[in-house]
C-alpha cells in the first residue's frame, strides 16, 4: 500500500500569511491528489483535485501544485475563515487514501 | 442543486449488522461513482467504499472487505452500505460522496454508527 505523510500537523499563522502544506507519497501517483478543508461538525469540502485543479466556487488563493510524490497546497493569504484541518487524499489502484490532515490555526 | 443525504445510522452491539441509505438528487446517479467515507470520533478521514456508476464494480478498503458490502440502485438513486460483523472499531460518521477527477466533490451531512455492547 502507498503511504501518505503530511507536515505539518499543525500550523498557526496570521491573517495575509501565506501558509504551505506539503503531502508526500511513498510512490508515485501521478497527478491523483486531492486536498479537502473540514471545519469542525462539517463534512469535508473539496478545495483541488487532479492535484492542482480548482474546484468550482473555491477561491483563488487556494492552490495546488506537484506530481509524483510530493505535493502542496498553498493559502497565498490567510483569511481568518480558512482556520480548519486540510487533508489531502491519493488515489491508486482502486484504493482510495486520506492523509492525518495539517490543523491551521489563526494566530 | 447536488444532494446527498444519509440515513441508517445508530447504535448496534458487536457482531450486528447495519445498512445505510444515501439518497442523491440534483445529477446523473448513473453516470458516476459513488462512495462512503467514515470518521471516528476526534479522528481522521479514511476511505471504506467505492460503487462504480453501473453498480458491477466495487472496491473496498482492507478494513471492511468481507464485512461490508456497497450496492446501488440507479433507479432510485440510492447508494447503500451494507455493514457486518460490526466491530468497534467501525464507531464513525459515515459520509457518502460523489466522486469528481477520483476525488469526492460533494459529500452528505453524515450518518452516525455506534457499535457498543
Known amino acids: 500500500d502507498i503511504q501518505m505523510t503530511q507536515s505539518p500537523s499543525t500550523l498557526s499563522a496570521s491573517v495575509g500569511d501565506r501558509v504551505t502544506i506539503t503531502c508526500r507519497a511513498s510512490q508515485s501517483i501521478g497527478s491523483w491528489l486531492a486536498w479537502y478543508q473540514q471545519k469542525a461538525g462539517k463534512a469535508p469540502n473539496l478545495l483541488i483535485y487532479k492535484a492542482s485543479s480548482l474546484r468550482g466556487g473555491v477561491p483563488s488563493r487556494f492552490s495546488g501544485t506537484g506530481s509524483g510524490t510530493e505535493f502542496t497546497l498553498t493559502i497565498s493569504s490567510l483569511q481568518p475563515d480558512d482556520s480548519a484541518t486540510y487533508y489531502c487524499q491519493l488515489y491508486n489502484n482502486y484504493s482510495w487514501t486520506f492523509s492525518q490532515g495539517t490543523k491551521v490555526e489563526i494566530k | 442543486e447536488v444532494q446527498l443525504v444519509e440515513s441508517g445510522g445508530g447504535l448496534v452491539q458487536p457482531g450486528g449488522s447495519l445498512r445505510l441509505s444515501c439518497a442523491a438528487s440534483?445529477?446523473?446517479?448513473?453516470?458516476?461513482?459513488m462512495s462512503w467515507v467514515r470518521q471516528a470520533p476526534g479522528k481522521g478521514l479514511e476511505w471504506v467504499s467505492s460503487?462504480?456508476?453501473?453498480?458491477?464494480?466495487?472496491y473496498y478498503a482492507d478494513s471492511v472487505k468481507g464485512r461490508f458490502t456497497i450496492s446501488r440502485d440507479n433507479s432510485k438513486n440510492i447508494l447503500y452500505l451494507h455493514m457486518n460483523s460490526l466491530r468497534a472499531g467501525d464507531t464513525a460518521i459515515y459520509y457518502c460522496?460523489?466522486?469528481?477527477?477520483?476525488?469526492?466533490?460533494?459529500w452528505g451531512q453524515g450518518t452516525l454508527a455506534t457499535v457498543s455492547s
Open positions: 460522496a460523489k466522486d469528481l477527477e477520483l476525488g469526492f466533490e460533494y
Open positions: 460503487s462504480g456508476g453501473s453498480g458491477v464494480t466495487s
Open positions: 440534483g445529477f446523473s446517479f448513473s453516470s458516476y461513482t
